[in-house]
């Protein structure tokens, strides 16, 4: 890596140096370009003369953009025309990462692909997310995060026994592609000061649907039965992720360790439950689900959660709240973590936002741009580029820009 001062090194962002395109849509590709830009990369999103897609799905479409293409400078280029290409590519060779998600085959159709842009610029780190990958039968289907969670198995433990399989109630493949995707990048970079070359990232909604599951695929990879739904509880551990009605609402609790659960029996005032036959271990306690079931009840439900809350952590069990998103917001924790945060508009407009889920030392997190309007930055790049005023006239009167 570059030696630069322990002072320059402490205060610049860690991408500083960094540029990156984004050809994505919707979540994963824009998401993982925003991660870099919250590190510091000057992120350039490349978008159509419409915009993203996500421009046009309404409300949380609009969301969408506000929260995972903050931070961005946004170019609307017709990438049909040879003239927008051009653009593209004057674009790209000042670049250190390309990331896209579009269908299946639509960037190698527009001569963008990784191999056209890794042979004319090696040093490019290309990231390519798809629905289910670019190697079996799958790999022309278009994928979204519903699908990768039907067809990795998620569904399929997800809900109640008796009911229909459930989703993920957000769309948490697509932020977790985001994620995985940009953290595959970090490390294409530093490989990059090593070598010298670029590098081809490939991954898909599938791979990272099964990634989130690993626990559970490697139990079953080591012969245990297929899982299945089961509601609230874990299927080899009691209690655990147990969801017990308080007073005023629900709470979720695990104290399926024989240490930790007699510490629940002792805090409850029931150390008799430790040594009850049908819950001295944890294998007895998952025999007898629902009679234990019977018995948090009739302990808890007395209290509110936030007395619930109180009390077993003090003695160190594990236990939370079930919060709605109104309540998170009131939450001493959530907002000591400077987790929300204003995205900044460049004409003073402004929004809350999520800044990145960890901190870099003692730095403040970073404040992010809002997400730029569709094109907003056309002009300006275009001039970056050494297009003069007249030329980008012309440009926008032939459809090339918008």
Known sequence: MNTRSKETSESAAPLENVRVIDMGQYIAGPGAAMVLAELG???????????DQARHIGRYGESMIRAYSRGKQSIALNLKSDAGRDIAWRLIGESDV???????????????????????FPRVIYLSISGFGDLGPSSERPGYDIAAQAESGLMSVTGEPDRLPQKVGVPIIDAAAA???AQAVLAALYGRERTGAGET?????LEVAMHLQATTWCDYLGGAPEPTRIGDGQPNNAPAAEVVPTRDGHIVLSAYA???????CGAMGRESLATDPRFRTNALRVQHRAELRIVLRE????FTSEECVALLSRHQIVVGSVRSYRQVLQSKDVQA???????????????????????????????PHAAPACGADTDRLLGGLGFTGHDIDEFRSAGVVA
């Open 41 to 51: 990369a000057q992120v350039i999103k490349i978008e159509p003369l419409a915009g």
């Open 98 to 120: 390309v990331i896209q998600n579009l269908r299946p085959g639509a960037v190698d159709a527009l001569g963008l692909g990784p191999v056209a842009v890794r042979d004319r």
């Open 179 to 181: 994620h995985l995707g």
């Open 201 to 205: 990232l490939r991954t898909s909604l």
């Open 258 to 264: 024989d240490e930790h659960w007699t510490r629940f």
């Open 299 to 302: 302990c808890l439900s007395p």
């Open 337 to 367: 973590s400077g987790i929300l945060v204003d995205a900044h508009g460049t004409t003073g407009e402004g929004y809350p936002a999520l800044a990145l889920p960890y901190r870099l030392g003692d730095s403040p997190r970073a404040v």
